[in-house]
């Protein structure tokens, strides 16, 4: 049995389904990892895993492709029918379209390596830091200015003690860190570079959410 739905993802006919063996379901819809041209093996396959093994699958990404050339990415889950005595006896699959989504979350994540390259690349210095303090990015600029690489500072406990040698621009930097001061411009900060000398850094800020 397989629902309107599944031809209509397939552009096929039910008597193909019908008449067709489970070891031809792969080459009706022409599945594949979305990550890769291959064809999967048949125990590769949802419906199989759950027939051969009670396997339980969710949300599991498939590419098909119908008779019609048109590709889409499915999400897919699967389980097997049991009697009482536990003994499968078939299995169930569904499916869900999940092409536009795929595609946006595709998109999405190309735009924000677009954006780290911009900001790793850009003339000015950009930073980030969590709530305690930590650095999480570094970009280029701030190499050049303090001399640290961005690997000697990025998620290094120490790092803050050595750019701000003062006990009072310690402070200062914790409790911007801590969201005491939401948003600041203009505010001078001075930091010990890796060379040994000083600088007066002019910081301002803005949150990521």
């Known amino acids: 049995m397989i629902s309107r739905y599944g031809l209509e993802l397939g552009g096929l006919r039910p008597e193909q389904v019908h008449q067709a063996a489970v070891n031809d379901y792969p080459k009706l819809w022409d599945m594949r990892r979305p990550d890769d041209n291959e064809s999967p093996q048949m125990q590769e396959l949802p419906l199989i895993r759950a027939l051969q093994h009670g396997e ?111 006990a009072e621009q310690r402070r200062v930097w914790m409790e911007v860190c801590h969201g005491a001061s939401d948003i600041y411009q203009d505010l001078e900060l001075e930091i010990r570079c890796r060379d040994g000398s000083r600088k007066t850094i002019l910081w301002g800020n803005g949150s990521c959410y």
């Open 56 to 166: 339980i699958t969710i949300g599991e990404k498939w590419l098909l492709a119908s008779s019609q050339g048109r590709k889409a990415v499915a999400s897919v889950h699967a389980a097997p029918i049991r009697t009482r005595e536990g003994e499968i006896t078939g299995a169930v699959v569904a499916w869900s379209d999940v092409t536009t989504e795929r595609r946006r979350k595709i998109e999405l994540q190309q735009s924000e390596q677009r954006l780290k390259v911009v900001i790793a690349n850009m003339p000015a210095m950009v930073f980030a830091a969590d709530a305690e303090g930590r650095l999480m990015f570094w970009n280029k600029e701030c190499e050049r200015v303090t001399g640290y690489q961005a690997e000697e500072v990025v998620g290094n406990p120490l790092i803050v003690d050595r750019l701000f040698i003062e």
